[in-house]
């Protein structure tokens, strides 16, 4: 009989934060292009004290769907991924407004 | 075990360079990834383009594949004797034997590598775990008040000697409540198990809560629609209305207005840590279709005893 593994689920969104080293663990990202996507704007840090940035845990979402997209496409460009992921937010907000004017209708 | 040819997969030839296999896999990713394309079986395309890729850009993972000889797509092999010693994980028990029997290419490729890009990989280098992806639909109900949800997965994994097998495994997951629609959840270490004392993966959840007959979400916050007579609308009422925790009465103000948010504290999606949304009961007029003479007669009066003019701003 197969054993059974119990866990409880941790929600990402904003209501917690991460290290630096828990999100380049938890996305797959390396340091360096983290750097590239919080200069151009599409991670941004909750805490900024020196090296010791903090994150939302939402920010492991952002930072997964960049790796994915990096490894999808083989894209080798940080900065044009990040202009990437900045548009695809702009299409989940729309997304997002777009549903509930439905709703509203 | 069945072979997959992957590089007729991408559509190069085997001496192909690193560059030439970047360039024909983005092609095909550009053509196949399920967010641009709309070939209708893009996905499982892509899936197979991705998986070729993923070996073949990886100098140790290429020329391990190289090893296992030239067959036909589907054909059942088995890799060269010594195969596994000179890239297959090392069995640590010692006296362990390979089986290729229940495992398929791709696992064999996951193992061989971890998640970093580039450099060379010693034998006892740390691997992580792999992470898996899962979508989970659940009801209203459940998101509301946290529920559980159990998976049953077939993964690929090193048993006790290092051997790579595909075993059975359960994983019941709590998911806490006041989840929403497209939130992303995290099971720490419910993924791949690591090798060489690697991290084991994360299970990551995407929630899909079921539309609901009369809530709908929006953060924490929950809306409904209700529905009000004229003459509550302009008089006030006190109104019985459901909310997802039970029935309560809610204090219709005079002048109401179609569209007006009447406000229910507390009474949304709440968190473990104690936050919570409110419940906002959209006011909408509804007239009655049918009226008889009687009615009819009053509204009739209601209209010849009032200026109200809704359209002034018109005029």
């Known amino acids: 009989m197969v054993k059974i593994e119990s866990s409880t689920a941790v929600v990402l969104d904003d209501s917690g934060t991460i290290t630096v080293a828990e999100l380049v663990e938890q996305s797959g990202l390396s340091e360096d292009e983290l750097a590239v996507l919080v200069d151009c704007g599409a991670l941004e840090p909750r805490e900024r004290e020196g090296a010791s940035w903090r994150f939302s845990a939402h920010c492991v979402v952002t930072a997964r769907t960049a790796r994915r997209l990096r490894d999808d496409f083989a894209l080798d460009d940080t900065h044009a991924l990040a202009i990437l992921l900045r548009l695809m937010q702009r299409i989940e907000n729309l997304e997002l407004e777009l549903r509930r004017r439905r709703w509203e209708r | 075990m069945r072979y997959k040819d992957y590089y007729a997969t991408l559509g190069v030839a085997r001496n192909a360079s690193e560059d030439d296999i970047k360039k024909a896999y983005r092609k095909l990713a550009r053509k196949y990834h399920p967010d641009v394309s709309k070939e209708t079986d893009a996905e499982e395309k892509f899936k197979e383009v991705s998986e070729a890729y993923e070996t073949l850009r990886d100098k140790e993972k290429r020329a391990a594949y190289d090893e296992l000889g030239r067959h036909a797509p589907g054909e059942q092999f088995q890799p060269p004797p010594g195969w596994e010693r000179s890239f297959g994980e090392q069995p640590s028990g010692g006296g362990g034997s390979f089986s ?29 775990g792999q992470d898996f992806e899962a979508a989970v639909r659940i009801s209203f109900d459940q998101a509301y008040k946290g529920t559980e949800v159990e998976f049953d997965m077939s993964v690929a994994e090193p048993d006790d000697n ?66 009000l007579a004229p003459w ?84």
């Open chain 2, 100 to 128: 290729f029997d229940d495992i398929d290419l791709a696992d064999l490729f996951a193992g061989l590598g971890g998640r970093a890009r580039g450099g060379p990989r010693r034998p006892d280098m740390p691997i992580p």
């Open chain 2, 162 to 227: 290092g051997v790579l097998r595909r075993v059975p495994r359960k994983v019941r997951v709590r998911i806490p409540k006041g989840v929403t629609s497209g939130q992303k959840l995290r099971v720490p270490g419910k993924g791949g198990k690591g090798i060489n004392g690697g991290r084991d993966g994360d299970l990551y959840l995407d929630i899909d809560v079921q539309t609901h007959p009369l809530y709908r979400a929006e953060g924490l916050d929950l809306y409904m629609d209700l529905p």
């Open chain 2, 232 to 315: 509550e609308a302009v008089l006030g009422a006190s109104v019985e209305v459901p909310t997802p925790a039970g029935r309560v009465t809610l204090k219709v103000p005079p002048g109401t207005q179609a569209g007006r948010k009447l406000r229910l504290s507390g009474r949304g999606l709440a968190r473990p840590d104690g936050t919570s949304g409110h419940l906002y009961a959209v006011a909408q007029i509804v007239v009655p279709t049918v009226v008889d003479e009687r009615q009819r007669a009053l509204y009739g009066e209601l209209r010849d005893q009032t200026a109200f003019d809704p359209r002034a701003h018109m005029v």
